[in-house]
Structures are given as structure tokens and as C-alpha cells.
């Protein structure tokens, strides 16, 4: 094998990760218990989870990212194919609704693994002056 193997096993990237809805440290345990509920900690390297409660902010920023997306998408139908009301409302409000669903939890799951990079990197720098 001659793929180039560089030495960052620290951790994983935090969006690979994130996406995937695995363990910020390890890669591999699951994030996620239900749709949105974390595990209390990951089950193949046992790190506590219990940090990663980012409660509703992550909920309402992607609300604002569907929000924008939906009303730019209905504005260009609307110019393109002026379409009536009701066919709006049959095409935005099942795409607002996937669409947050679709990207709360990838969203969630990056969170929490910057959150837990940012924790560590803070962890190792106070033990350095220790
Ligand atoms: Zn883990």
C-alpha cells in the first residue's frame, strides 16, 4: 500500500464525523441513541457525551438556512413558472420540512465534535502548564 498515511489520529475530522453521526474521538461509536437524542457516552471508546447537550441553537440556525434556501427556491419558481398558491404551498412546506429534518442532525453531530475539539484542545493546553 503507498497511500501517504499522515500521523493526525488525534481526532477525527469534526465534519466527517459529525455527518456520519459518530463519536468525535474515536470515529466509530454512534452519536446518536434516537432521531436527536445523543448517547450518554460512545460505546467503542467509552468518552462522555454527556457535554454535548447543545440544546435548541442548532434547531433554529438551520431553520434560518431552510428558511432562506425555501424562499429563494419558491421566488425563482415563482418567476420561472408562476405557478398558483397552492401549488407553492404543496412544493415548500413538505421541502421546509425534509429539508430541516435532513440536515438537523449531520448539523448537531458537527456541533458537538467542535464542541469536543474545542474541550480537548483547552484540556491538553491547561495540563501542558500543569
Ligand atoms: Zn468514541
Known amino acids: ?3 501517504d498515511h499522515t500521523p493526525d489520529h488525534e481526532t477525527p475530522n469534526p465534519f466527517a464525523t459529525g455527518i456520519a453521526g459518530r463519536c468525535p474521538r474515536c470515529g466509530e461509536g454512534l452519536l446518536f441513541t434516537g432521531f436527536l437524542k445523543t448517547a450518554s457516552k460512545c460505546e ?3 468518552l462522555d457525551l ?3 447537550d447543545s440544546g435548541d ?3 433554529i440556525f438551520i ?3 431552510v428558511g432562506f434556501v425555501v424562499i429563494t427556491l419558491a421566488l425563482l ?4 413558472f408562476n405557478p398558483p398558491m397552492w401549488v407553492h404551498l404543496l412544493l415548500w ?3 421546509t420540512i425534509i429539508l430541516s429534518l435532513a440536515l438537523l442532525r449531520p448539523f448537531k453531530g458537527i456541533m458537538i465534535a467542535l464542541q469536543y475539539r474545542n474541550d480537548a484542545r483547552e484540556g491538553q493546553q491547561t495540563d501542558d502548564h500543569a
Open 57 to 59: 441553537g442548532p434547531a
Open 93 to 95: 412546506i413538505p421541502t
Open 1 to 3: 500500500m503507498s497511500h
Open 44 to 46: 467503542s471508546c467509552g
Open 50 to 52: 454527556e457535554f454535548a
Open 63 to 65: 431553520m434560518f438556512i
Open 77 to 80: 419558481v415563482n418567476v420561472v
